[in-house]
């Protein structure tokens, strides 16, 4: 496993879409794509299996679990208080260095990298054919990176203005492998994925169709 995460098995260049919103076009190589994927897997056995959190009283079309923290009724907790009420797994340190890796190859503002300490990551299955609409990722108490990581069929990614759900935005197409750090001037954007491109996972895919997206934030929480 350390191997698979050294030196030299990333590269790509990144590519600004605006100060601080960063896209790394296949930073994960295949091997860890599937090794990710495996852990993926084992993440959905419980003990919180995959659920659709409620916003605005509607369930999600995605299937989400976490580690580290519990993000439920618009609140980050240790146990997941609206399923059923068992304790989070911790967040595992391997991810904690690829989240820091991720903003130490993106951030113009290298100390970030380094006190970059994501406590949650929050692992979203997307089913062909599924969207997630605008949103600010606002529960967090302080102003560290979102640091996203995509595996299996590419999406198009829309990157809002940090005040409204509406233009003006970008879009950018994210495919098995990308990385999306968002910080700084942008860390407070509106965005959305708005489809998902069904058959455009790589061959090797184990899971075949649909997307798997985690995302590693701090939350200021202790
Ligand atoms: O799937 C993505 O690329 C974004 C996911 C997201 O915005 C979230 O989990 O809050
Ligand atoms: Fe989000």
Not at 149 to 168: M, V
Not at 174 to 180: Q, R
């Amino acid at each position: 496993m350390q191997s698979l995460f050294d030196d030299g098995a990333f590269g790509r260049e990144p590519q600004t879409l605006r100060p601080g919103a960063v896209h790394v076009p296949g930073w994960l190589t295949a091997e860890q794509q599937d090794w990710i994927t495996e852990q993926f897997l084992s993440w959905g056995q419980g003990p919180v299996p995959p659920h659709s959190t409620l916003v605005n009283g509607h369930p999600m079309k995605v299937k989400t679990v976490c580690l580290g923290w519990h993000w439920g009724n618009y609140q980050y907790t240790r146990t997941a208080e609206d399923l059923n009420g068992a304790p989070v797994p911790p967040m595992p340190d391997w991810l904690v260095e690829l989240g820091r890796r991720a903003v130490a190859e993106t951030t113009t503002d290298p100390p970030n990298a380094q006190a970059y300490n994501p406590d949650v990551a929050i692992i979203n299955y997307y089913p062909p054919g599924s969207t997630m609409g605008m949103h600010q990722d606002a529960q967090e108490k302080v102003n560290a990176p979102i640091v996203s990581l995509s595996i299996g069929d590419s999406a198009n990614f829309r990157l809002g203005n940090n005040e409204t759900r509406t233009k003006p935005y970008q879009d950018v197409r994210l495919a098995s492998g990308d990385l999306f750090v968002f910080e700084g001037p942008a860390r407070w954007a509106f965005h959305a994925v708005t489809k998902i491109y069904p058959g455009t996972g790589p061959a090797h895919w184990k899971l075949g169709g649909g997307r798997i997206n985690i995302t590693l934030r701090e939350t200021g929480m202790s």
